[in-house]
């Protein structure tokens, strides 16, 4: 079998068909272009045919995208000079796409083409839109399901095969703005009406057939390609594009803060390609590509953000010898905001839940969580009345146990105590039957501990979701010392189910995430007490590509859990405790009501509607500002290696199993500097030597919180990286 194949139909229509071996959506590699590029030849040599339709043999879908290792392919074979083998290559492809634009026409005249139509049953990503809009004409089934648009710099990139070339001159800068810069996608209705395809049909294939059927010359010419062309919206040099040429460049900065390579390169493409004729706009893409494609940003976002995402999502750290576990019937135990998120996205799967709190009104808050999400759904016209019945129908609202029945996974999600999470697991498994798999949603409190409330601790497993259950992308599953393979399998199943991306890692007091994520706040209280600026701290965090800096993430999460979670440390660890600092800050303001955002008072001032107005004086005052204020590089380097080194610190003590799940898990649960694939892949992008030599000038200036764990010392005098060390392909070799 090969990616496409050509048939010649009586009326010299010759179909072009991409169809994949093996996957179940078309994806590009170097010798599927190669087999095209020859059947357009073939198609534009052969007098008998008068036009070609270019379609998939996918019945829902064109193409998702390219093979990523067509790039890594593309630098290997360039040797010393990836640079040079990526532009090239590029090039080639720009080749490709750029003669079935021209599609044999006269280059002075325009004229003696033959029409190409591409017809798209389903979704249309990446390069499956890209060769598209180098057709003549685009059309779309009405597949409301199906997705369409340019997804690249969601994972570090940008499109690079003629994409934001095309888009632009066809939609304008600003009206290809947010497709490129947002990645946006579209059903094939939005995408008609934002002018990326030309028709959406109940039958695409005859519409295109009567098409190519009918082409004069004219219809075959590209706009850009045309006689006294004019950018939609102005180019740079005229005054309405300049106007929009600024608005996106301060956008863009203000968005990424200059840390996303592939923003900027895009921009620069799209203004200096915007300067030129089209076929030199296409070397200046290209150029700009291979710049993104160069830097080690794009690779490690590419690694963590697709390669790594994906894998862990199709189950690559499930136990391969258990049967398919997937979640028939859900109990949620507490119907508070976690409950009541986690019982939403399991109707919106399709399973049955049971929703339990200590009474009927609570638990039937909890459900109504669901009512109010799909009408806002519906507002949107993203939902149906129909659609929101349907979930409400799979939630069973109850203060009465013996409901839990027949359920075979159950969540917990009451209050964080021991004593209350114990006495809701003996409850539970009172009714519960033998095989049903428990679940705790604790944040902090170790499974282990919480499984001796158990009477079948190999069954007991920590599921840990993140607020709010419907936007976070990542579930956090804790394997106790008892836990089974059974219960690590039903997890990861059932994480799967509601399309959300697992980690699975070892039991320790906060897990991973969190273990991570209480250093970074707490490093920005610790430069509160220390007289560093706070605007210098929340700066040099969104610097870093931070969502949030440390006194804004403590304020969204509510100071009065701070210095919960601070006293229960405390209490655990004893003399080890290692934060009095942070603790004097943390208590001084739970004493003054400043809670945070719900108070309405935190570090920021806030405004009666719970808007905030600015960092808050109150606390300056209390705590001054330096004379003496620190390079923004320490402040940034502090933030960053307080995280990155409890990283490696949980990897060396066997709570990561796997370092992808390390580098995955921080961007999609904390937000972790995106750009850098993630604490692990950016202490390989910084270098294992460098990394210890700075551990030992910040333990030195700031305390042993920055002390080089002994692995990554140990990775330094070898010369290591951790992907090098630890990739899942390193282990098997």
């Excluded at 059932?494 to 995430?513: E, G």
Aim: hydrophobic fraction near 45%; charge should be negative; include cysteine.
């Amino acid at each position: 079998m090969t990616d496409f194949t050509m048939s010649t139909d009586a009326d010299g229509i010759a179909t072009l068909v991409w169809d994949t071996p093996g996957k179940s959506m078309n994806v590009m590699s170097l010798e599927a272009f190669q087999l095209l590029d020859s059947l357009i030849d073939q198609a534009l040599a052969d007098d008998a045919v008068k036009g070609v339709i270019l379609t998939s043999g996918k019945p829902d879908s064109f193409a998702g995208g390219m093979d990523l290792n067509v790039l890594a392919k593309m630098k290997e074979d360039a040797g010393d000079e990836p640079a040079r083998g990526l532009f090239e290559g590029i090039m080639r492809t720009h080749g490709i796409l750029r003669k079935i634009e021209l599609a044999g026409m006269d280059p002075k005249t325009k004229k003696g083409g033959k029409p190409i139509a591409a017809v798209l049953p389903g979704t249309a990503l990446g390069i499956g839109l890209e060769i598209p809009l180098s057709c003549h004409r685009i059309f779309a089934a009405d597949n409301p399901k199906a997705k369409i648009g340019l997804p690249e710099i969601m994972v570090g990139i940008f499109p690079g095969a003629g994409g934001t070339t095309r888009l632009v001159r066809k939609l304008g800068a600003m009206g290809a703005s947010p497709f490129l810069l947002e990645g946006k996608l579209s059903d094939p209705k939005k995408a008609k009406a934002a002018g990326i395809i030309d028709e959406v049909s109940e039958d695409p294939m005859a519409a295109a057939r009567d098409w190519v059927l009918s082409a004069k010359d004219a219809d075959l010419v590209k706009p850009w390609d045309a006689k006294g062309y004019k950018m939609p919206g102005g180019a740079p040099y005229h005054p309405a594009g300049f106007m929009t040429f600024v608005g996106a460049s301060a956008m863009v900065n203000g968005k990424t803060h200059g840390v996303f390579p592939a923003a900027k390169a895009l921009l620069s493409a799209v203004y200096e390609g915007a300067l030129v004729d089209f076929d030199t706009a296409l070397r200046i893409e290209a150029r700009w590509f291979t710049n993104v494609l160069i830097n080690p940003s794009s690779s490690a976002m590419i690694r963590s953000l697709f390669v790594n995402k994906e894998a862990l999502e199709k189950g690559a750290v499930r136990p391969a010898d258990v049967a398919d576990q997937r979640v028939q019937k859900l109990g949620v135990l507490g119907a508070g905001m976690m409950g009541a998120g986690i019982a939403l996205v399991s109707a919106q799967a399709g399973i049955d839940v049971v929703l339990l709190d200590r009474d009927i009104a609570a638990a039937e808050r909890g459900k109504a969580y669901t009512a109010s999400y799909m009408d806002k759904g519906i507002a949107r016209k993203k939902a149906t009345p129909e659609k929101k019945e349907a979930m409400l129908d799979r939630i069973t609202a109850t203060a009465d146990y013996n409901d839990l029945a027949g359920c075979d996974l159950i969540i917990e999600a009451v209050f964080e105590d021991p004593k209350i999470k114990a006495e809701v697991t003996a409850a539970v498994e009172a009714v519960i039957g033998e095989d049903c798999i428990f679940a705790s949603n604790t944040s902090t409190l170790p499974i282990t501990g919480l499984a001796k409330a158990s009477k079948r601790p190999e069954q007991f497993i920590g599921i840990h979701f993140f607020s709010p259950v419907e936007k976070m992308l990542l579930v956090e599953i804790i394997k106790g010392k008892q836990t089974g393979d059974r219960a690590v399998a039903k997890a990861l199943d059932f994480v799967r189910q509601i399309r959300k991306t697992p980690i699975v890692v070892n039991d320790a007091r906060f897990f991973y995430a969190n273990r991570c994520i209480i250093p970074y706040i707490n490093e920005g209280i610790r430069m509160v007490a220390e007289g560093v600026a706070p605007a210098l701290i929340e700066n040099a965090a969104k610097m870093l590509g931070m969502p949030l800096g440390p006194l804004q993430l403590v304020d969204e999460t509510s100071i009065d859990l701070g210095a919960k979670i601070a006293r229960a440390t405390k209490a655990a660890m004893g003399d080890a405790y290692p934060d009095g600092a942070v603790d004097e800050v943390i208590f001084w303001m739970e004493a003054q009501g400043r809670l945070g955002r719900k108070a309405k008072a935190g570090f920021y001032d806030y405004d009666a509607a719970g808007k905030r107005t600015g960092l808050s004086t109150t606390v300056q005052a209390q705590y001054p500002q330096s004379d003496d204020q620190p390079s923004l590089i320490d402040v940034q380097h502090r933030l960053l290696f307080v995280q990155s080194l409890e990283a490696v610190r949980a990897l060396e003590e066997g709570v990561l199993m796997d370092i992808r799940e390390g580098d995955v898990g921080a961007i999609l649960g904390w937000g972790f500097a995106p750009w850098s694939g993630g604490p692990l892949s950016w202490l390989d992008m910084i270098g294992a030597p460098y990394a210890a030599e700075r551990c030992d000038q910040l333990t030195e200036a700031f305390g042993d919180r920055f002390a080089c764990p002994p692995l990554l010392r140990e990775m330094a005098e070898k010369g290591q990286s951790f992907y090098g060390r630890f990739a899942p392909a390193s282990k098997a070799a």
